[in-house]
């Protein structure tokens, strides 16, 4: 039909219908319409185009789903989980043993691929329940999973807990049931992998259906590792308790409970330092046990922590072997490489940062100097002397060399990362240390430097500490007097840090010694006065690992024993190694400067046997349990501590009489293994001195402050100090010496005695010049080095003795003095207490 064509009204169209102009718009003019017509038109259009569409979603509406879109999703997400369900249990089948059962071994490396150790022999034999007491079973499950009776195969809110944790790299967890951790140790690997958790689950379930809960747990208590290469209960007895299963009792069996969950952690025989927190879990477990009816409160106030047997090695890893896989373990471990589990299983290549030739070094010093004068039937106290050492590149943060005892057979524990001992002296550098890198000052506002004035008076009240008296002894109770930073260092004076640990605030002491490396958790790092004297109980690897820092010019590169891990031609991950500046170079340097003053003329001297440049510390444990020499030379940080401790029962004893000596300190034979060590770990290698940036003043001698300079009205001659003091004598010491005896001249001097002191001279000079450690008129005085300006530092003559007492060297201590003059005193009249 054309546009032109009129149209017809059809059937049913009601009367005066007429069509829209086809010209006609929503601008235009419409026809007008009566309100039935409207309403029939609308009902017409409706009928013929349907409902009138919903307008659409316009803005920020547009981002978010209908609830249409929500529930269909939500229905699809149901239907994919119950078809994934299905499937998986459908598909998943109950597999054979794993090789778990037969694990493999792990190959450790020297750092030149040459062989160190093989592991993985397996210690495991496997018990019926019912020879497993109720006692030991009921502590499994109050340790591990309580509800096993009565739950099922699996905890679907833990699992999910777990796995998004792993995902998103919030750290691998487990959040297994008995059931569980059965099949992950018997049909599964130990992997915490998203995948490994899904068969897992389904093989649970199927499991639980078709096997009894008390095969399900006596087959956990067989495959479990806890720990001493012990998989299942009957080998943890015997491992730990030296007895069968049958035979443990509800303590010991609470014990082994607690190792499920870290089994070498919770050794305490092998991990001392940490038996504060296995009593912890042991608590835990026996707690569970009464909460769970399993234990009368009654029974439990009775039971006492059972202390485990020593460890013994395996034989194939007798001598340092077993040592140094040890510690490369607890490396893996610690650092989350590979978990305890999965390591024990076994199948990994590990190269080790250790050399091989700097290893035999170590072991060749400890014999020579120590081991070789042992003599068990002439002295029985000899049974009790233990050696530890580390060594660590500087640079690198590479561990070199370990000793840890000397048989991982004999001796179980590890000497060198054990954390049981007191650092002792050896802890006194921090102090130093972070004074410089904070810029603090003495309580009388003066710069610490190495040649600050302090008040080296024995049993000397600190000041300026609000926590109650603190009056430490010095050793042998020597009375030191007024003396530098330096000369304590070298005379490692405890009256003198403690005050220098209030100046600078034993919290910043603290923060300083973790910064180098002293782990943030070593036992007894307690901010008080006292942290100066060292009670803490760092592992002889820790303070290597701090010491290097220092020789690194205050650069803390993370230590590390691991070059590469491979399992199956598959490299495993390793931490990145990252270098901070713990300290500032000044810092760092500064503390090598009087560092190497206590080799040079100190309590360190035996360590110039190095034949190289270095610096070093020497440190001794409360009642001479242990002693310490901490050093370094520019290319190699070390430190060796000789330990007393009885074979049988594993106490700490002293080393009196120890070896033929009457004591042992840390410039005795720690100081020569180290000498003997470093001298062949570098030989071949090009000398190196240090290069130190020191801070403002560190090479600056004390000036005399002219207003305590009176006259003597006896003589009318000089004094310092306003109390008639004599320059060039102090309790015997001597300035030069000329065939034994020196004239006094002039005003103000007191004529020498006993025929080796030296008489005075004016302002201190002696006859012939000033001591520089070198021969006065031909005559050398003994140990002659000096420091602070001109101080003969370690010097004696003819048996007297310095500042009223000796060092640990024997060594003479003149107190200070610098170009023949007294140290500046800050009071009128009498020394100020810094």
Known sequence: MSSDEPQQRGAGEPEGWAPRDPVDSPAGPAAPQTPDQSAEDTEGADGAKGKKKRPKRKGWRRIFPTWRMVLGGFILLILLCVGGFVAGYMIVDIPPANAAATAQSNVYLYADGTQLARDGEVNRENVPLSQVPKEVQHAALAAEDRDFYSESAVDPKAMIRAAYNTVTGKGKQSGSTITQQFVKNYYLGQEQTVSRKAKEFFISIKLDREVSKDDILAGYLNTSYFGRNAYGVQAAAQAYFGKDVKKLNTAQGAYLATLLNSPNAYDVATHPENKQRAVGRWNYVLDGMVKEGWLSAAERAKTKFPEPKEAKGASGLSGQRGYLVQAVEDYLTSNDIVDEDTLAKGGYRI???????????????????????????????????????????????????????????????????????????????????SAVENGSVTQDGLPITPNTIYDGTNKRPVQGWDGGTYAPENEDDVDYGDITVRTATDKSVNSVYAQMAVDVGSDKVKETAVALGVPENTPDLTASPSIALGPSTASVLDMTEAYATLANHGKHPTYTMVEKVTKGGQEVELPEQTTAQAVSREAADTTTSILQSVVDGGTGTAAQAAGRPAAGKTGTAEEDKAAWFAGYTPELATVVAVMGQNPDTGAHTPLYGALGEARINGGGYPAQIWAQFTQNALEGEPVQDFDLELEDGADVPPAPD?????????????????????????????????????????????????????????????????????????????????????????????????????????????????????????????????
Not at 706 to 721: F, L, M, Q, R, Y
Not at 734 to 749: A, E, F, L, S
């Open 351 to 433: 190269t080790t940062t250790l050399q091989k030739d700097r290893q035999d070094a170590f072991k060749e010093a400890v014999d020579d100097q120590v081991m070789s004068k042992i003599d068990k039937k002439a002295r029985k106290v000899d049974r009790n002397v233990r050696a530890g050492g580390a060594s660590i590149d500087p640079k690198t943060g590479k561990v070199v060399a370990m000793y840890g005892g000397i048989d991982y057979t004999k001796q179980y524990v590890n000497n060198a990362t054990r954390r049981d001992y007191q650092v002792g002296s050896t802890f006194k550098p921090f102090v130093f240390t």
């Open 706 to 834: 002219p207003s305590d300079t009176e006259e003597d009205p006896a003589t009318g001659g000089a004094t310092t100090g306003g109390d008639d003091e004599t320059q060039g004598q102090d309790q015997g010491q001597t300035q030069g010496q000329d065939q034994g005896q020196t004239q006094g001249q002039d005003q103000g001097q007191t004529q020498g005695q006993d025929q080796g002191q030296t008489q005075g001279q004016d302002q201190g000079q002696t006859q012939g010049g000033p001591t520089d450690g070198g021969a006065t008129d031909g005559t050398t005085a003994d140990g002659g080095a000096t420091a602070d300006g001109g101080v003969a530092q370690g010097g004696q003559t003819d048996g007297s003795t310095a500042d009223g007492g000796t060092g640990d060297d024997g060594g003479a201590d003149l107190g200070g003095l610098t170009d023949g003059m007294t140290p500046r005193r800050t009071g009128a009249g009498s020394p100020s207490y810094h």
